[in-house]
């Protein structure tokens, strides 16, 4: 079955850059997803790639994917503590599929 | 403000109550699902409705009943639960042909 692994914690000083890895099993993954939950909320989409695409970039988030490898990264630029959170890889087969298979998670810390 | 919300934010309930979870989306998506989200385990998805069909029941017991009366409004319908049920329950919205899910904030639900 599909398997999506990410590395739990991971602590930046503000202003730094945040780098964000997960690694996924489905090479039939067509859709890559990064979500951000902040305490006590749900999920909030922050960007998605297709798997045809290897780089995309919104503002801050620069998310890279390597297919060859099934690896997707989150890098945030010059880390605010506001993006204190857990960030959630997802992937989806896509073909009418509606299963997203989510990462554990990995918990993000904003050092002042 | 997501678009999606849920009710009530916080429940706390006994083994032998029964209770439900409502998720209310505006966003004119015509798909509905059900996650739970357990501590140091992946979100699952629970159910999956699309047209108001039930499309993917993903092996949940029974004491977990969903109802979709329109395309805007999911229940989860909760009896005899046992204290492992403990979760947050998010419910999500998106549409067949885009497979973005945008999520409610979560009903934190603790079984006494």
């Known amino acids: 079955g599909e398997d999506v692994e990410q590395s739990l914690f991971l602590s930046v000083r503000e202003g730094d850059s945040s780098v964000i890895n997960c690694t996924y099993t489905d090479s039939s993954s067509t859709y890559l997803y990064w979500y951000k939950q902040e305490p006590g909320a749900g999920l909030q989409l922050l960007t998605y790639?297709?798997?045809?695409?290897d780089m995309k970039q919104d503002q801050r988030l620069t998310v890279l994917l390597n297919k060859k490898d099934k690896h997707l990264s989150l890098r945030i630029a010059d880390t605010q503590t506001g993006d204190s959170a857990i960030y959630f890889c997802?992937?989806?087969?896509?073909?009418?599929?509606?299963?997203?298979?989510f990462g554990k998670g990995t918990k993000l810390s904003v050092i002042p | 403000e997501t678009g999606v919300t849920q009710t009530p934010r916080h429940l706390v309930m006994g083994m032998t109550n029964k209770k439900s979870l409502k998720c209310e989306q505006h966003l004119g998506h015509n798909a509905m699902y059900w996650y739970k989200q357990s501590a140091k385990k992946p979100l699952e998805l629970m159910f999956v409705?699309?047209?108001?069909?039930?499309?993917e029941n993903n092996s949940v017991p029974s004491r977990f009943s969903p109802e979709c009366p329109n395309s805007s409004h999911l229940f989860l319908h909760l009896h005899t639960l046992q204290p492992e049920d403990s979760a947050l329950y998010l419910c999500?919205?998106?549409?067949?042909?885009?497979?973005?899910?945008?999520f409610g904030q979560g009903t934190r639900l603790t079984v006494v």
């Open positions: 790639i297709f798997s045809n695409m």
């Open positions: 999500a919205s998106g549409t067949a042909s885009n497979t973005e899910a945008f």
């Open positions: 409705y699309s047209l108001e069909e039930r499309v």
């Open positions: 997802a992937e989806n087969p896509g073909a009418g599929s509606y299963q997203l298979t």
